[in-house]
């Protein structure tokens, strides 16, 4: 027989055909009874004390239910760094200032959105401007006014990683370099705006429908900025138009709904705008980058020092966490015995930045990545070579940080080394190719949250048809991890994919589970879901003992809905047979298999890490410095793959992000005025048709930690895009853009640059 029946099979998501046909639901789609809609009054000032504010007017107003301010909440900061309530900064209704343009000061619930909108401009804000800082460079000065009272020099969080002898090590090397860096901010750009219907009852019960990347999380936060218990607030996630680390804190349609329904007791919807998406959410974080890299001439990294300094925006969120992983990720994929990171988190009046997929990694592999081409070229060492010296093993353990179970980077790197040399044979003149490497984690081990649960849960419920239902807090936003966890569970449990019905991120009737974020669904809800299916396969086996052979132990297995003898697959029964034998022998109780997975291992930050390789191919026009993109090649190893499809989606649509922040997405300010707050003409993203192929190269491994050997395939193809982009600009025209995005601008500069030094191209 096969290895496995389900997983490793190309199968289409398990919510794709309620998708593609539009009989899903998303949160914008779901109309309630009695419902009204909210909007928000945003500050449009990035720094100012709130003086007064007049809501007489807007209450007036026809159709108009109620105008809450921040005298009317319970004054709780939120924060998803519950361990540590000096991070909980946000008042999602300010109270006595804003700290941003776009930090929000009244909602308002009316009959319809126009009535709201109206209600918005009758509402009368005085304001006291204050001073405001936008560069964090500035506001880590002296003399620098404080964002938030008591944060000296505005540094909201520090981060520290060393080990090994840094500073003695350098010593040692026949080469240093020392290189600034810059990385611009990116928005997420979701299909979907942020959204919820929230819906207080007169049971003081309160449900809240919502677009979000963990329902857990939504429901933990907005009990305690609600004075509610956990357990009166169900949240429940519907189909979710992508979130990509934006949308797994409490935002202002959530939070603003939920009080408005409170003080109604009717249901009351809102939608952010586009503008409001881009000017009052949570963005990529700015980055300056400062990396000091020391090797042997035979190309052994010795040391490496990194120093970073992060534009935070107004409040913490997630940015303490990226401050942390840029660092931790600046050490991957290599083998550094003498490593050191310094990196500084600076309020700011700009919109806040907190996590983006990548999660503060992008960021370092585009710095750290052009850095080893640079220190290759000044060794004389090719770029492949030099990571192929250094390049993490299996078993390899990070000092303090990570432990590597398993590492196919260098079959990453040979794979890649051939087809990079069989493209350099047939490229034309400015066309150039770059590599970069990259490792990322299956999920974070901290726990910011505070958490009593464990991080990932399931439940699996049997009925008398062979039915199985799946209840899981996972959220699939897109990523398609319903699909991945059915699959497992049907592989585990010895079923058919379409024997899997899958429930999952409903507060009320699903598990905990932390959320779709570091790439950990798959490896820890799939393992919590592997738990769950083999708890409900022993209790059908040790029935089926008992049916096929009473007095003499066999090993017995369920493989495509038959129950066997391992050592004889012919003998056995039927899986439909046996289901409804253990249901009467256990007086008609549904068969009911629990799992749960928290990942163990002292001073470590993820269970299990990915590998990959990838090269970027791009022409320059030497006339205008456009960059455009010819091919997108990528060496990814997952462990065991689940879905073959869905590994090709994720690299399809990681590879267009990434591109984009490599290239041409930002977003500039004016006085913390974001410049280009919509899509099409204004903030610049990559259309499909300037996307070019992106095929794949295979790597099989294996990873002990992971449900039947997997492990991530998510972020991690996000992180070495930009950096590899950087490097074949250079191959392609010999100037090196050590600011994102690449634009031509830049390039053209650079070309003019570098002609007026008289210094020849490469080619």
């Not at 449990?493 to 959320?515: F, M, N, Q």
């Not at 601008?745 to 003019?752: G, I, P, R, S, Y």
Request: proline fraction near 5%; charged fraction near 25%.
């Amino acid at each position: 027989m096969a290895k496995y029946s389900v997983i490793g099979h190309r199968v289409h998501n398990v919510d794709g055909p309620e998708k593609i046909t539009g009989s899903g639901k998303y949160t914008f789609d779901i109309t309630l009874p009695n419902m009204l809609y909210g909007k928000v009054l945003r500050s449009p000032f990035p720094h100012a004390k709130i003086l007064k504010i007049d809501t007489s007017k807007a209450e007036k107003l026809v159709g108009v239910k109620k105008v809450l301010t921040g005298k009317d909440t319970i004054g709780f900061k939120q924060g998803i760094w519950r361990r540590f309530p000096e991070l909980c900064d946000e008042e999602i209704l300010c109270r006595d200032r804003v700290r941003y343009i776009g930090d929000p000061v009244a909602c308002v619930a009316a009959i319809d959105e126009d009535v709201a909108e109206q209600a918005l401009d009758l509402i009368d804000v005085e304001y006291e401007e204050l001073p405001a800082i936008f560069d964090p460079m500035d506001a880590i000065k002296e003399d620098a006014i404080q964002i938030h009272e008591g944060v000296e020099l505005n540094i909201n969080v520090n981060r520290h990683i060393e080990w090994g002898d840094v500073d003695e090590a350098f010593k040692k090397c026949d080469v240093i370099r020392e290189d600034q860096f810059r990385c611009s901010s990116q928005h997420h750009c979701c299909m979907e705006t942020h959204c919820a219907v929230a819906s207080y009852d007169y049971s003081n019960k309160l449900t809240v429908w919502t677009s979000t990347q963990a329902a857990y999380y939504v429901q933990g936060l907005l009990a305690g900025m609600l004075g509610m218990r956990e357990g009166d607030i169900r949240v429940i996630k519907p189909h979710t138009g992508g979130g990509f680390g934006g949308k797994f804190e409490t935002d202002s349609a959530q939070f603003c709904a939920a009080l408005l329904s409170q003080k109604l007791y009717r249901p009351v919807k809102i939608v952010l705008s586009r503008e409001e998406e881009f000017t009052a959410t949570k963005r990529r974080t700015p980055m300056y980058y400062n990396i000091k890299l020391g090797a042997t001439k035979d190309g052994k990294l010795l040391a490496k020092e990194v120093r970073v300094l992060t534009e935070g925006g107004a409040y913490t969120g997630m940015g303490a966490t990226a401050l942390y992983l840029t660092g931790f990720f600046s050490s991957f994929p290599y083998k550094y015995a003498n490593y050191r990171y310094d990196g500084y988190r600076a309020y700011t009046n700009t919109a806040p930045t907190s996590a983006q997929r990548g999660f503060g990694a992008p960021q370092s592999v585009f710095t750290g990545e052009q850095q080893i081409d640079m220190i290759a070229e000044d060794l004389g060492i090719d770029p492949i070579e030099i990571r192929r010296i250094n390049g993490m093993t299996e078993g390899y353990e990070v000092p303090g940080q990570a432990y590597i179970q398993s590492c196919g980077l260098h079959q990453c790197l040979d794979k890649m080394e051939a087809y990079v040399k069989e493209r350099k044979k047939v490229m034309p003149a400015n066309h150039g190719i770059g590599v970069s490497a990259y490792g990322f984690m299956s999920g974070g081990i901290f726990n910011w949250f505070d958490t009593p649960y464990a991080f990932s849960s399931a439940v699996v419920r049997i009925a008398i048809d062979g039915k199985v239902d799946l209840y899981t807090g996972a959220c699939d936003i897109g990523q398609g991890s319903n699909t991945t966890l059915a699959m497992i569970t049907a592989e585990e449990l010895g079923v058919r994919l379409e024997d899997i019905r899958v429930h999952s991120a409903d507060t009320a009737t699903c598990p905990p589970d932390l959320g779709a974020w570091g790439s950990r669904e798959t490896l820890m809800n799939g393992n919590a879901c592997k738990m769950a299916a083999a708890d409900a396969k022993r209790q059908l086996l040790e029935f089926a003992q008992a049916k096929l052979h009473p007095n003499i132990v066999y090993d017995l297995d369920i493989k495509d809905r038959w129950i066997h003898l391992v050592d004889r697959p012919e003998r056995g029964i039927s899986y439909f047979d046996i289901v409804k034998e253990a249901i009467r022998g256990k007086d008609g109780e549904a068969i009911m298999g629990r799992g749960h997975y928290t990942p163990h291992r002292k001073g470590m930050i993820s269970p299990a890490y990915s590998f990959g390789v990838q090269a970027a191919e791009v022409s320059v026009d030497p006339d205008t410095g456009r960059v455009k993109l010819e091919a997108i090649t990528t060496a990814h190893e997952s462990g065991t793959v689940i879905n073959p499809v869905g590994i090709e989606g994720q690299l399809e649509g990681a590879a267009s992000m990434a591109a984009g922040y490599a290239i041409c997405e930002d977003q500039p300010m004016d006085n913390g005025k974001i410049l280009n707050p919509s899509l099409g003409v204004d903030y610049k993203m990559l259309r499909t048709l300037d996307m070019p192929d992106t095929p794949i190269l295979e790597i099989d491994t294996y990873e002990p930690e992971g449900p039947f050997g997997a492990k991530e395939a998510g972020e991690g193809l996000t992180n070495p895009t930009a950096g590899a982009i950087g490097n074949a600009v250079y191959d392609a025209c010999g100037v090196r853009i050590k600011t994102l995005p690449i634009t031509p601008e830049k390039v053209f500069k650079a070309l003019q640059e570098k002609k007026a030094k008289g210094k020849g191209g490469k080619k």
